[in-house]
C-alpha cells in the first residue's frame, strides 16, 4: 500500500505537536531533578551550546525541536541509567560537559582542542558534584572571557 505526501505529513505534523508539548512540559517543569535542571540550562541560559557541550553532534541537538527532545532524553538517560554524563572543569579552558564518564578520554579531548597543548602539561580536571556546581563555574568562565576582552578590547 502506498502513503500518500499528506499522510506523511499528518504524521510528522502530530510528532511535531507532541515534541512541542513535551519540549514545553520540561521548560516549565517544577521538578529539580539534575537532569531538568541541566537541560533548562542549557536551553535558557543564552550560552552557545556548542561551548558548553562537548561533542558538537550532541549539541546541534538543541537546534531541532525534536533534538531539544531528544537531548532531554539523552541527559536523562546518563543520570538515571548509565552514569555517563560528566560535568568536568579543566584547569585551562571552559567547563563542558562530557556524555563519559572516563577521564582518560576527557582529558585527551580537553587537549586535542587546545591550541597551546605545550603549555597545559600538567592539566588537571574538576568533576562537578551537581548541576548548580557546574553552572556557577560556567557563568564564572564566562564573566572571566567578558572581563578579558573587556580590558584588553579584540586580540
Same mark, same amino acid.
Given at each position: ?12 505534523? $502530530? ?7 513535551? *519540549? ?6 517544577? #521538578?529539580?531533578?539534575? +537532569? %531538568? ?27 531541532? $525541536? ?7 532524553? *539523552? ?6 541509567? #548509565?552514569?555517563?554524563? +560528566? %560535568? ?68
Amino acid at each position: 500500500m502506498k502513503i500518500t505526501s499528506t499522510e506523511i505529513l499528518q504524521k510528522f505534523d $502530530l510528532e511535531y505537536q507532541r515534541d512541542r508539548e513535551r *519540549l514545553n512540559d520540561l521548560l516549565t517543569s517544577e #521538578d529539580d531533578t539534575q +537532569s %531538568l535542571l541541566l537541560f533548562r540550562w542549557i536551553m535558557q541560559s543564552g550560552y552557545n551550546p556548542y561551548g558548553i557541550i562537548s561533542n558538537d553532534e550532541i549539541g546541534h541537538m538543541t537546534q531541532t $525541536l525534536s533534538g531539544c527532545v531528544s537531548l532531554y532524553s *539523552l541527559i536523562n538517560h546518563a543520570y538515571i541509567d #548509565d552514569g555517563e554524563i +560528566s %560535568l568536568i572543569v579543566p584547569s585551562w579552558g571552559s567547563p563542558k560537559i562530557f556524555f563519559t564518564d572516563d577521564d582518560e578520554y576527557i582529558l585527551q579531548e580537553i587537549k586535542d582542542y587546545s591550541i597551546v597543548d605545550l603549555m597545559i602539561r600538567d592539566l588537571t580536571v574538576y568533576r562537578c558534584g551537581t548541576v548548580s556546581e557546574f553552572i556557577i563555574a560556567y557563568e564564572d568562565y564566562e564573566k572571566r572571557i567578558a572581563d578579558m576582552w573587556e580590558e584588553h578590547g579584540e586580540l
